[in-house]
């Protein structure tokens, strides 16, 4: 009897505190939106925050209120699009073109040489605080990887001493944009014809010195292009990529091969 009466007592107080937990756990729960449910499985989950919220939560959230545009998610592309049409029971229209990420600037190591023997924290943005990093121009790709290490989809790789992204991995979430601490890196439609790679401001003289393929601002590029598509701003040529028509002159006429065509 000395025995089982503490086992009665402490099974009374299990189950009224099971009794209590239940009733509890009912009173104090949050209702579930079905709708957000379905909104956040038929996101990728990639918590970019390139739809302009902290998270494919959040997002979901403001789209079963009716707060944003079911055609934000970039990474879920048009597919993902449709399912959160369908969802809210709209019709989604496209968002534009794909857009994938460049790193504008060709200075590998056969290109530029470094200005001094930097032993720091191996980040880019450490780097840039000193003296603008490690090479000679000041406004090349400094090639620590920060962009690399902010991208989820496997889309940036590291060679010599160069970030490098993959168009067809790129989900244009812009996460690598944030990270650089150059501001090398744009979005570009996915279609583009010529680019130049580079994105130094420098006089033709000065960019010379540090970097055999940085744009010298010759203008020959402009003089030869007729659709009006190549500009000269700030020593660093620019072309608008809704004028040009991929006609490769400014490839010809580049005379330091800064310019790239997507048909190479």
Not at 22 to 47: C, Q
Not at 130 to 146: E, K, R, W
Not at 173 to 183: E, N, T, V
Request: include cysteine; proline fraction near 4%; charge should be negative.
């Amino acid at each position: 009897m000395e025995l089982i009466l503490p086992v009665i007592i402490v099974g009374i107080i299990g189950l009224i505190s099971g009794i209590g937990l239940s009733i509890a756990s009912e009173l104090m729960s949050v209702p579930t939106d079905e709708k957000v449910e379905k909104l956040r499985e038929a996101l990728p989950g990639a918590n970019c925050g390139a739809c302009g919220y902290t998270g494919c939560d959040a997002y979901a959230e403001a789209l079963s209120k009716d707060e944003c545009k079911p055609n934000l998610c970039v990474p879920g592309g048009s597919n993902t699009n449709k399912a959160l049409g369908k969802i809210l029971g709209v019709e989604v229209k496209s968002s534009g073109p794909k857009m994938s990420a460049v790193v504008l600037c060709l200075g590998t190591c056969e290109h530029t040489t470094d200005k001094m023997d930097y032993r720091g924290i191996s980040t880019c943005f450490a780097a840039n605080m000193m003296y603008s990093g490690v090479s000679a121009c000041n406004f090349g790709c400094l090639g620590f990887g920060d962009c690399q290490k902010v991208c989820k989809f496997d889309a940036i790789s590291l060679k010599d001493n160069k970030a490098n992204i993959n168009p067809i991995l790129c989900t244009a979430c812009g996460a690598c944009i944030k990270a650089c601490p150059k501001g090398i890196i744009s979005l570009l439609p996915s279609d583009w014809n010529e680019l130049v790679m580079c994105s130094n401001h420098d006089k033709g003289i000065d960019s010379r010195k540090v970097c055999d393929v940085g744009c010298i601002a010759c203008h020959k590029c402009e003089k030869v292009c007729e659709f009006d598509a190549i500009k000269v701003d700030n020593n660093l040529a620019i072309i608008d990529q809704e004028k040009c028509t991929g006609c490769g002159k400014c490839v010809e006429n580049c005379p330091v091969h800064c310019i790239i065509s997507a048909k190479i």
